[in-house]
């Protein structure tokens, strides 16, 4: 939603009959980290005044991303204790790099605050590793499932040539969340309303709906990146009825 605000969010989120929001980590949006405690109070309160939760903290850290790990961790521990100030359960991460032994030492650097605060550090299939088996060997290596998991974006890995049946039996062990959106074709991810591109929607859902999936279904809407699509208030009933059928 470029260019609005926090209320506004949560007006369209209630309004539609959304269970909660999932809140982008960046200036632009007024939820960060480096908010201070009365900013941090105020959002956790408009959100909870509308009977909404927070899914997840959208954060951009990269946690294999190449160079020192100290900024990243530094980073990391202060989206997770926003997260904890907030009441958001997780804070999803980026790959940004191909190697899981430094995302594994990364995850495991984390994993006693994570533990404390009771918060997980989410992984998207998403850039270097897009696939369900990339961020599973990833998940894997940290071996810290208390304090891991992984974000089943569902464009990335089917547009990088995995099957949905594959992903899921790769992420099955560490799912804990779901993104949904639909798209031009594999080639052009161009958002388009659900049902109406190229993404295997329907072959996921059952999929999910099989797997007995509980977990928090997100619609990703990314008009900040493609300024021309439709508002999301357009597109929230089409994702709205798919949640409901496949993982009620």
Same mark, same amino acid.
């Given at each position: 939603?470029? @260019?609005?605000?926090?209320?506004?969010?949560?007006?369209?989120? &209630? #309004?539609?009959?959304?269970?909660?929001?999932?809140?982008?980590?960046?200036?632009?949006?007024?939820?960060?980290?480096?908010?201070?405690? *009365?900013?941090?109070?105020?959002?956790?309160?408009?959100?909870?005044?509308?009977?909404?939760?927070?899914? /997840?903290? &959208?954060?951009?850290? #990269?946690?294999?991303?190449?160079?020192?790990?100290?900024?990243?961790?530094?980073?990391?521990?202060?989206?997770?204790?926003?997260? &904890?100030?907030?009441?958001?359960?997780? =804070?999803?991460?980026?790959?940004? @790099?191909?190697?899981?032994?430094?995302?594994?030492?990364?995850?495991?650097? =984390?994993?006693?605050? /994570?533990?404390?605060?009771?918060?997980?550090?989410?992984?998207?299939?998403?850039?270097?590793?897009?696939?369900?088996?990339?961020?599973?060997?990833?998940?894997?290596?940290?071996?810290?499932?208390?304090?891991?998991?992984?974000?089943?974006?569902?464009?990335?890995?089917?547009?990088? @040539?995995?099957?949905?049946?594959?992903?899921?039996? +790769?992420?099955?062990?560490?799912?804990?969340?779901?993104? =949904?959106?639909?798209?031009?074709?594999?080639?052009?991810?161009?958002?388009?309303?659900?049902?109406?591109?190229?993404?295997?929607?329907?072959?996921?859902?059952?999929?999910?709906? +099989? *797997? #007995?999936?509980?977990?928090?279904?997100?619609?990703?809407?990314? %008009?900040?990146?493609?300024?021309?699509?439709?508002?999301?208030?357009?597109?929230?009933? @089409?994702? /709205?009825?798919?949640? %409901?059928?496949?993982?009620?």
């Amino acid at each position: 939603m470029p @260019g609005e605000g926090l209320d506004r969010a949560v007006e369209i989120a &209630a #309004g539609h009959g959304c269970q909660g929001l999932e809140l982008r980590l960046h200036p632009d949006t007024g939820v960060h980290a480096s908010l201070d405690a *009365a900013g941090r109070r105020s959002v956790r309160e408009r959100i909870e005044r509308a009977g909404l939760e927070i899914s /997840a903290l &959208a954060g951009y850290v #990269g946690i294999c991303e190449p160079g020192p790990d100290e900024p990243i961790i530094e980073a990391l521990l202060a989206d997770l204790r926003l997260a &904890a100030d907030l009441g958001a359960p997780g =804070v999803r991460v980026f790959p940004r @790099g191909g190697d899981p032994a430094v995302g594994a030492r990364r995850l495991k650097a =984390v994993s006693g605050t /994570a533990g404390d605060l009771g918060r997980r550090v989410l992984v998207e299939t998403h850039d270097s590793m897009a696939t369900g088996e990339a961020v599973a060997a990833l998940l894997a290596e940290a071996g810290c499932p208390e304090t891991t998991g992984a974000i089943w974006d569902l464009l990335h890995p089917w547009r990088h @040539g995995e099957p949905p049946a594959r992903t899921l039996a +790769a992420l099955r062990p560490y799912l804990d969340y779901v993104q =949904v959106k639909d798209a031009v074709s594999a080639q052009d991810t161009t958002p388009v309303p659900m049902g109406t591109g190229s993404v295997p929607l329907e072959e996921s859902g059952d999929l999910l709906r +099989a *797997a #007995g999936f509980s977990g928090w279904v997100s619609l990703e809407w990314e %008009r900040t990146w493609y300024p021309q699509v439709a508002p999301v208030e357009d597109i929230l009933p @089409g994702a /709205a009825a798919w949640v %409901r059928r496949f993982t009620s």
